[in-house]
């Protein structure tokens, strides 16, 4: 048996593809030791880049984790799938952005009856100033610059390298904030303002690794694509729930963190002061931080630069002398802010809400 495999494969070896003869054009030598193979394999050995990988890769349109069917079919999940079908749409045609902004924003502003009043009833206690007629083309911008943001949100996923996200952002203001990294962690505060989702990736690719409190969605599939989408750059983060521990230890540890406090905090975690005239409650916790690890807090925002690009700009940066002080002032410039770009403030919540109940 062994001889039978022995000669099979010696006439498997003797075997050559039969070619036809051209007698104008002479056969190369394509023997092991043929000068045409010696220069190749010199040639090769020369040759210290490796070889491209050009394998085709097939990236998924929707990757998507293991769930159950039925909450795969959730009403909570059904904005998610129309957002990855804008964001492949981005992908195929990112020469159209501008016009998936005004159809975003104008399906928006004509289909969501549960938020709209409460954008109205918010501006009409902000801004009371306002006619009604102002106040309604208030609202559909609010739509617009926040369909800008989803938009923006769905180009920038999957960024790989801070050069790309170069093309985005463009910072403001910070050479304050490079000198006091040199002494330890910054606490980070912004609000929904803007393009408040690109101010993570711009602090962890430019400015210094962070550690940010998110949180946790009540879609699983949105859950996942934010906090992708959010981790990008040298970002960390972690969810609400006992954040305050993990934040404690990252301070401690030289990372800096990042805060976004509302002014529709929990009663039993807020504390009451002065916004738009109002009384509301914010959340504490980043001047609590500073005051007990006696570190600054740098408040930014994310303002509008261009028609594809946003500055974060650093408004303001101190350490709290006590938590009244601290509160009030950050609550005073967010207001400052929000008045020059009433607009790009996502007014989508009941931001008076403890004070106000009866206005909404």
Known sequence: MESNLRKRKEKFQNLTPETPKNPLIPTPDLSPNSPLNLSFNSQL???????????????KPFPLPFLPVSQFLSPKNWSYYLFKLLQRGLELTPSHRERYIRWLGRVGYRLDRWRKPVV?????????ELTPRERERWVAEI??????????????RGLKSGKELEGWVQLVNFEPIFQELKKG???????????????PLGLGAFVTPITIVGRRLDSPLWDREIRRHREQFNVRQIYKE?????????????RSIGILPDQNTAKREGVETRWFGKRVLQSPSPVLLGLKYRRPIALLFAEPAGPRQWQIVCRDLFYPVNLRQGVDRLAREMEQEIRLFPTYYYWLHKRFK???????
């Open 185 to 199: 962690p910054i606490i980070f505060v912004t609000a929904h303002f803007g393009n408040w989702e690109l101010i």
């Open 242 to 254: 006992g954040a305050v521990g993990q934040l404690i230890r990252e301070l401690r540890r030289g």
């Open 45 to 59: 050995e020369k040759s210290s880049s490796p070889s491209p990988d050009l394998t085709l890769r097939w990236r």
């Open 143 to 156: 739509y617009q610059n926040f369909a800008r943001v989803v938009v923006d949100f769905g180009m920038t």
């Open 120 to 128: 109205r009833k918010n501006l009409e206690l902000a801004f009371p």
């Open 354 to 360: 403890h004070f106000y109940e009866s206005e909404y």
